[in-house]
């Protein structure tokens, strides 16, 4: 698959989710093999490598999408177990403040998804500060979009129509100003942050629920790794996430069960073990602590 057909890979990860957990799961095989007997100089390589660099775009599923998609696995809403909103102040370097903006995108949809507006709009607000601090303070100033949320409170379907409306602006800003990194931080954020969300509830219901969720999401999880790898310039703190989600992918991959699956070419639907839930929401928490402390 080339770079360029990243943002479809994308879509078709996130399709699969949402089939999957309406239980009407289909086996998904494709396969694509292609033989060149030529054997093609360095330049020929090189020219092709950075045609593909320059038509990389990260696209990945919205927050409100990823919650979605933990509302289907049968998340329950657990009070206090989302990143406190209050903690917005405490993040003062562009990586903590870019993460936390993907984490708080997240919280907010669990909250919308939960009927929670009065915290929900508490999330708002948070997105709304971290915005101003990373370059998205345009996104908010088209209208006052908070007035507009609370204003709405009760109905849902208004709700969710800002929160896209929020999102689209986002993506669209990003785009137009050339910020795909901020991109691919910000969504590292809300994926984790989902992903706790969604190990620390189904847990409490059954481990067939986090099974589910997880087998499905590591798909995702490859992509997000290598938008963090596509990204030019990196920190410290960027190399430490890269090596967050490479560890915690490698470790899946490492599974026995995993394992079993794919000789099968039955990687859509793996049944974990207990232990093996343990191992891998364990790492998910470890990351996200790191990441909003």
Same mark, same amino acid.
């Given at each position: 698959m080339t770079i360029k057909n990243f943002k479809f890979a994308f879509i078709f990860i996130l399709l699969c989710s949402f089939v999957s957990c309406n239980n009407n799961k289909e086996e998904v095989i494709s396969e694509s093999a292609s033989t060149d007997t030529d054997i093609s100089s360095d330049e020929d390589i090189l020219s092709e490598d950075q045609e593909q660099n320059s038509d990389y775009q990260f696209i990945p599923p919205s927050p409100i999408q990823i919650g979605l998609i933990l509302e289907k696995a049968g998340m329950d809403y657990i009070p206090d177990i989302a990143n406190p909103a209050n903690n917005v102040e405490d993040y003062t370097d562009k990586f903590r403040q870019s993460i936390c903006f993907g984490v708080y995108s997240c919280d907010l949809a669990y909250c919308v998804l939960n009927d929670k507006y009065d915290e929900a709009s508490e999330y708002l607000k948070s997105i709304k500060s971290l915005g101003a601090k990373i370059g998205l303070e345009t996104v908010f100033q088209s209208e006052d979009i908070v007035t507009r949320f609370e204003k709405n409170i009760g109905n *849902?379907?208004?709700?969710?129509?800002?929160?896209?409306?929020?999102?689209?602006?986002?993506?669209?800003?990003?785009?137009?100003?050339?910020?795909?990194?901020?991109? %691919?931080?910000?969504?590292?954020?809300?994926?984790?942050?989902?992903?706790?969300?969604? %190990?620390?509830?189904?847990? *409490?219901?059954?481990?067939?629920?986090?099974?589910? @969720?997880?087998?499905?999401?590591?798909?995702? @999880?490859?992509? @997000? @790794?290598?938008?963090?790898?596509?990204?030019?310039?990196k920190s410290e703190d960027i190399e430490e996430l890269n090596s967050a989600v490479s560890e915690l992918l490698e470790a899946y991959n490492n599974l026995e069960s995993v394992q079993l699956s794919a000789e099968f070419k039955d990687n859509l639907d793996i049944d974990l073990t207990t232990e093996e839930i343990e191992i891998i929401s364990g790492k998910i928490i470890d990351i996200r602590q790191s990441l909003v402390q």
């Open positions: *849902k379907d208004s709700i969710v129509d800002i929160l896209i409306y929020v999102q689209e602006n986002t993506d669209a800003y990003i785009d137009d100003n050339g910020m795909d990194d901020l991109s %691919v931080i910000y969504f590292s954020g809300a994926w984790i942050e989902g992903m706790y969300l969604g %190990v620390k509830t189904l847990s *409490k219901d059954s481990d067939k629920n986090v099974s589910v @969720l997880l087998s499905e999401q590591m798909g995702i @999880l490859e992509l @997000l @790794l290598a938008g963090i790898e596509h990204i030019a310039e």
